[in-house]
């Protein structure tokens, strides 16, 4: 089993539209949580942490679910410049060792 | 503060050949990271050290694939022979003291062409 699991998608949205992605991790010991975002033949990029109550960052939610051990990440109100792969992330609990789902492919489109 | 430096850029080779590359982390950063992203898919772990040895290398295919970190500082990942598969983007990241809660930074990568 993967460690970490996304819906590759691809996510195809209108602008202004409210877009979900959900990723799963099969270890239950794994403290840390992130989405990356990365843009075609970039290099990731840290979007955001995920903590354990939820939390905000502009347009972007992010929040965990230890029960059922899946992360979602919410981006309200698309913009063109949204478009890129959505990484989710997810530490081994044992060290300072990150894995990373396959992503999740967002074009918003005008 | 300066990010995580890679080179080079861009490598095409054929196959059986060998190829190297090189990462500058960011200064004082202990951990550094090499994956290895193949086109469609996230970025996978092929080794990990602290300073200068080595924390995890349980999926570095040690029969082609070496890398070392002498001076636990700029580190070098080489392939020799390279394969077909071996085509990806190479991607070095380094992390500093408690950023395992914050993530951690990439550099641009290398991305290897096999032929």
């Known amino acids: 089993r993967k460690e970490v699991e996304q819906d590759p998608g691809p996510f195809n949205v209108p602008e202004g539209a409210t877009v979900a992605f959900n990723c799963t991790y099969s270890n239950s010991a794994s403290q840390s949580f992130f989405w990356y975002r990365q843009d075609c033949r970039k290099e990731p990029k840290l979007l955001m942490s995920?903590?354990?109550s939820g939390n905000e960052d502009g347009r972007f939610t992010a929040q965990l679910n230890r029960a059922s051990q899946y992360i979602s990440l919410l981006i309200r109100d698309s913009k063109l410049s949204d478009s890129a792969t959505y990484l989710c992330?997810?530490?081994?609990?044992?060290?300072?060792?990150?894995?990373f789902g396959t992503g999740t492919s967002l074009t918003v489109i005008p | 503060e300066a990010g995580v430096a890679q080179s080079p850029r861009y490598k095409i080779i054929e196959k059986r050949q060998s190829v190297a590359f090189w990462c500058n982390p960011i200064s004082g950063h202990a951990t550094l990271y090499w994956y290895q992203q193949i086109l469609g898919q996230g970025p996978k772990l092929l080794i990990q050290f602290q300073n200068n040895g080595v924390v995890d290398d349980s999926q570095l295919p040690k029969d082609r694939f070496s890398a070392e970190r002498l001076k636990g500082v700029d580190s070098t990942l080489k392939i020799q022979p390279a394969k077909l598969e071996d085509s990806a983007v190479y991607l070095c990241a380094s992390s500093g003291p408690g950023q395992g809660t914050s993530g951690y930074t990439f550099g641009s990568g290398t991305r290897l062409t096999v032929v």
């Open positions: 992330v997810v530490n081994s609990g044992t060290g300072n060792q990150f894995y």
């Open positions: 995920v903590y354990s």
